[in-house]
């Protein structure tokens, strides 16, 4: 993974693995969203690279764990996944709006919808126990 | 595959020590006479509990219920600790060490049945013959203790 | 005032939940069989979670992340994967010794059969993490768990040889009947005890769900370097009244039970009480600690959303585990397995599990790119330098004592 790239604040350089990798993604309120588990490159007509898109979920982690963990957990996440060809969690780089300890993006967690296992527990089994939305 | 391994490894060792305390030969005399030591030293932990409870019980320092559990947990080791012990296959010759510590064991179990029965009645002239039974009892594991020593 | 009343609070929430199932037998069991040979552990031990809980709490106040949160980025998924699964092997492990020592506290009390207890337990440990504002549980248990002060006082009122028992804790030596693998072998255990994983992912996942900030920080090391020695104290006690009560009388420890006798000796039924009130909160609390611990770190690997600062159903994924957790201890206990075995087993394993935790908290609270100008200073980096290369000596060290100690024996 080499390229450099400036993914929002115009002039400030950042590292693709350094400041994204394995970061966790927030949305403006704070909400935690997933981790980026991998980064979608893309050839630029110049010919470099650039960070096109962040990847989330087991579909984009699995390749990173490499060897026979990596497969297996790729392959138990395309028997679950409802889509017949499923692709991994996408949020395009534009959507980025701050990267400090986090990497901020624009929408809502829940506008975003990108995250079926926590939807698919919350409908089944903790949204179903009494008390699930009351706050603290 | 490193990262599975460093995470089944503790579960392993666990399984493997566990498999390994079901089935202990004595391997020569000296082991057979270190597990007796060691068998007589916890039946006399076991008895002196018993003992240190009854005497609360009968000074009023301690509640009827958690001197209950002691007794009785103390009770139910005695037994574990005889059959463990019991079923050690014994080296020629040992014979009568495995008799006497298998006694020395059953009578402790006997003492501390006493104490518990009497914790549980909470009759003062039970848990005084309890004190005693378990004071002899003490004194014949000391003995024990330091002949094998 | 209320500043003073809030340090306070903290100080003493900090003392009363320091002590965990793992503390109370390792130590009682210690002081029946070594006296006070072993205290320098503790000692040490504390010292060490000081310097590590110390950093973690300050990663997670100025830069809003848990420590756990920041170890994937800075060691990779697959390092970070490896790193999960020993602690929340070592976590659930804890977990489940603590729901155990839940129900034996309570069968202490009532005479009820702990196994019918356990279920209840694990329930009412769910019940609390599903609905029991964070702050409540801390403050709660923290100050319950102060009734263990019974044990110091029990110290006092055996009217020990103060000096002899200075000159034991100072002069560690090992008793002439005892081996040296098997004191060395406690030794891990207890400093496994003192040190165990979960604390430091715990404090550090609670100082972002209490939203500390900078101007955090000077409160949250005076809980630290104020509250965990006292804490510790409180160990050092509990091992001293064993050292004065079982160590005579030739009792070893493998129940509950008897961890509490020396306090019966010295303060008779109301003490007793007292110590059963303090086992029930120390066990509890940690309970509660280590189930949203197991919680946490999962939660914080995936970049689930976590914590009890938002409503469940949006940290569904989080809250599944820990209920998965709770059901999983309670069947883990429902087979008759011992708590106090368990609880033996835990310490040591926490042992061998201390380098892959505390290695990342040194990284990451080195990184400028989290902590800013916070990074660790000269201090922090050697004495943490010093415990991690002491913590992997201890790791390394620790299963193959237990096999040729037959875990003690």
Redesign the interface.
């Known amino acids: 993974m080499t390229p450099n790239d400036t993914p929002a604040a115009p002039g400030r350089q950042y590292d693709a693995v350094l400041h994204l990798l394995d970061r966790q993604i927030v949305d403006p309120d704070d909400l935690l969203i997933a981790k980026v588990d991998d980064l979608e490159l893309t050839r630029r007509d110049d010919g470099r690279w650039a960070v096109s898109a962040i990847l989330t979920g087991p579909g984009a982690l699995g390749p990173r764990l490499h060897g026979r963990l990596g497969e297996w957990v790729g392959a138990v996440w395309r028997r679950l996944h409802p889509d017949a060809d499923p692709a991994p969690g996408r949020i395009p780089i534009s959507d980025v709006i701050d990267i400090d300890s986090a990497v901020t993006v624009a929408r809502h967690r829940d506008a975003l919808q990108i995250d079926g296992l926590e939807i698919w527990v919350r409908e089944h089994v903790v949204g179903r126990l009494p008390g699930s939305r009351h706050a603290e | 595959m490193r990262p599975t391994w460093r995470s089944f490894g503790p579960a392993l060792l666990v399984a493997g020590q566990l498999l390994a305390g079901c089935v202990t030969p004595a391997t020569g005399a000296d082991s057979y006479h270190d597990k007796a030591s060691t068998t007589v030293g916890a039946a006399a932990s076991e008895v002196a509990t018993a003992q240190l409870t009854v005497r609360l019980v009968r000074r009023d320092r301690i509640q009827k219920p958690y001197a209950d559990e002691t007794v009785t947990a103390s009770e139910t080791a005695l037994g574990s600790i005889g059959n463990a012990f019991g079923s050690v296959q014994p080296p020629t010759g040992d014979d009568r060490l495995r008799d006497e510590v298998t006694t020395l064991v059953s009578d402790a179990e006997d003492a501390v049945a006493h104490a518990r029965i009497a914790v549980r009645r909470g009759d003062s002239r039970d848990l005084a013959d309890a004190a005693r039974e378990l004071s002899r009892s003490a004194h014949q594991l000391a003995k024990a203790q330091q002949a094998l020593s | 005032m209320k500043k003073v009343f809030s340090i306070a609070l903290g100080v003493l929430t900090a003392i009363g939940g320091f002590v965990d199932i793992g503390d109370m037998v390792t130590n009682s069991l210690v002081g029946a069989r070594f006296g006070l040979s072993l205290a320098w552990v503790v000692v040490v031990g504390v010292l060490g979670i000081c310097v590590f809980a110390e950093m973690s709490g300050r990663v997670a106040a100025v ?3 848990a420590t756990f ?2 170890v ?2 800075r060691l ?7 790193n999960l ?2 602690s929340m ?2 976590t659930l492990l804890t977990f489940v010794a603590e729901i155990g020592g839940v129900a034996l506290a309570l ?5 009820v059969n702990y196994l019918l207890w356990i279920p209840l337990v694990a329930a009412a440990v769910w019940l609390v993490l ?5 702050s409540i549980i801390e403050n709660v248990f923290g100050l319950l768990g102060l009734a263990l002060v019974v044990f110091a006082v029990a110290v006092w009122q055996l009217g020990p040889d103060w000096g002899m028992l200075w000159h034991d804790a100072t002069h560690p030596t090992k008793p002439g009947t005892e081996g040296l693998p098997t004191y060395l072998y406690y030794a891990v255990a207890l400093f496994g005890a003192a040190m165990t994983p979960y604390e430091v992912f715990f404090f550090s996942s609670g100082g972002v769900e209490e939203r500390w900030r900078e101007s955090d920080l000077t409160t949250m090391r005076n809980n630290v370097f104020v509250g965990f020695p006292l804490g510790g104290l409180l160990s050092l006690a509990i091992a001293a009244t064993a050292a004065l ?1 079982l160590l005579p ?4 420890v ?2 509950l ?2 961890v ?2 020396p306090v ?2 010295a303060l ?2 109301l003490g ?2 007292v110590a ?1 009130l303090g086992f029930f909160a120390a066990t509890f609390g940690a309970a509660c600690e280590t189930g949203l611990s197991v919680g946490y770190s999962i939660a914080q ?6 914590g ?7 940290a ?2 989080f ?2 585990v820990l ?1 998965l957790s709770a059901v999983i201890a309670a069947a883990v206990l429902l087979t008759t397995i011992d708590p106090i075995k368990v609880t033996e ?1 835990s310490v040591v ?1 926490s042992a ?1 599990a201390l380098p892959l935790t505390y290695f990342p908290i040194l990284v990451v609270a080195n990184d400028p ?2 902590m800013g100008n916070r990074v660790n200073g000269r201090l922090a980096n050697a004495l943490g330098t010093v415990y991690l290369v002491l913590i992997l000596i201890v790791a390394l060290a620790a ?1 193959p004592l ?2 040729a100690t ?2 003690g ?1």
């Open positions: 830069s809003g992340r949160d920041l994937r980025e990779g998924p697959r390092v970070g994967l490896a699964l020993a092997a070592v069968e202490l009390a009532t005479s599903w609905r029991t504002k964070f009560v009388a030739g009792i070893q493998d129940t039970g008897q509490g006798l019966a000796v008779g039924k007793l009480a059963l690997y995936f970049g689930w959303q976590w009890k600062y938002v409503r469940p159903r949006q569904a994924r809250h599944l209920l087993y394993f061998v790119d989290y299963i237990m096999i037959k875990a024996m």
